[in-house]
């Protein structure tokens, strides 16, 4: 197969495959522009955490500023606010919901590994 058969192929599949979705609102806009844009945010701080790691090209490395993975940090923690508050998430009560999920499951696993041995 080559690329333009491979087109071919899925432009064929595409009208049985296409998801319909529907923003109506401007509230859904917004949920959706602020979800892509964590999505860009997420993607700059793993591109950041290969450049620690020394992960990247050569080309990528000359350019890296490690002090710029700060900025990612918290460009991914305002957006996520922002998509939270868009959404009617209240972040305090999801962090702390989790966090005792968390802590609730490393306690059972310790204990069934503790009563294991």
Same mark, same amino acid.
């Given at each position: 197969?080559?690329?333009?058969?491979?087109?071919?192929?899925?432009?064929?599949?595409?009208?049985?495959?296409?998801?319909?979705?529907?923003?109506?609102?401007?509230?859904?806009?917004?949920? !959706? +522009?602020?979800? *892509?844009? =964590?999505?860009?945010?997420?993607?700059?701080?793993?591109?950041? $955490?290969?450049?620690?790691? #020394?992960?990247?090209?050569?080309?990528?490395?000359?350019?890296?500023?490690?002090?710029?993975?700060?900025?990612?940090?918290?460009?991914?923690?305002?957006?996520?606010?922002?998509?939270? !508050? +868009?959404?009617? *998430?209240? =972040?305090?009560?999801?962090?702390?919901?989790?966090?005792?999920? $968390?802590?609730?499951?490393? #306690?059972?696993?310790?204990?069934?590994?503790?009563?294991?041995?």
């Amino acid at each position: 197969m080559n690329l333009k058969n491979l087109q071919e192929r899925v432009s064929n599949l595409e009208d049985k495959t296409k998801t319909k979705y529907v923003v109506e609102s401007p509230k859904e806009r917004e949920i !959706l +522009a602020k979800t *892509v844009k =964590l999505n860009e945010e997420v993607g700059e701080l793993c591109n950041d $955490i290969l450049g620690i790691l #020394k992960l990247q090209r050569k080309s990528k490395l000359d350019k890296f500023d490690k002090r710029n993975v700060y900025q990612e940090f918290a460009d991914v923690i305002i957006v996520t606010t922002q998509l939270a !508050l +868009a959404a009617g *998430v209240d =972040l305090e009560r999801a962090i702390n919901d989790k966090l005792k999920t $968390i802590e609730e499951r490393h #306690k059972k696993e310790k204990t069934e590994t503790t009563t294991d041995q």
